[in-house]
C-alpha cells in the first residue's frame, strides 16, 4: 500500500526558512511525480511543486518560483521542499501526493504557520 509521510512543518517568523519532507513507500515504479500541493485556511487546495523522485526535473507555481525549491535523497524515497523567504501568507497545511496505477494518493499534511 502507498504511503506518504510529510514532516518539518511548524512556526517561523516571516522571512525564514523550514524544509518539508515527503516519505514515499510502496510505490512500485522506479520514477514518478511528487507533487506539493498547500491550503489555506478557508481557500482551495492549491498546487505549488511538482518534481521527479530522482530531483531532476521539477515545476513550481508563481508563487513560490525563486523561494522553495525541492530535492531527494540517494534513495529517491524522500522528495523536500526547501522553503525560503516565507511570508505570512504562505500558512498552510502543505501535503504531497504521488499517483500509482491510476490513483492519486495524499499524505495527512504538515502545518506551516508564518508570523509577520
Known amino acids: 500500500e502507498v504511503q506518504l509521510v510529510e514532516s518539518g512543518g511548524g512556526l517561523v517568523q516571516a522571512g525564514g526558512s523550514l524544509r518539508l519532507s515527503c516519505t514515499a513507500s510502496g510505490i512500485t515504479s522506479a520514477d514518478y511525480a511528487i507533487g506539493w500541493f498547500r491550503q489555506a485556511p478557508g481557500k482551495e487546495r492549491e498546487g505549488i511543486s511538482c518534481?521527479?523522485?530522482?530531483?531532476?526535473?521539477?515545476w513550481y507555481a508563481n508563487s513560490v518560483k525563486g523561494r522553495f525549491t525541492t530535492s531527494s535523497d540517494n534513495a529517491k524515497t524522500t522528495v523536500y521542499l526547501q522553503m525560503n523567504s516565507l511570508k505570512p501568507e504562505d500558512t498552510a497545511v502543505y501535503y504531497c501526493?504521488?499517483?500509482?496505477?491510476?490513483?492519486?494518493?495524499w499524505g495527512k499534511g504538515t502545518l506551516v504557520t508564518v508570523s509577520s
Open positions: 501526493t504521488a499517483p500509482q496505477l491510476g490513483r492519486q494518493y
Open positions: 518534481v521527479n523522485n530522482n530531483g531532476r526535473h521539477s
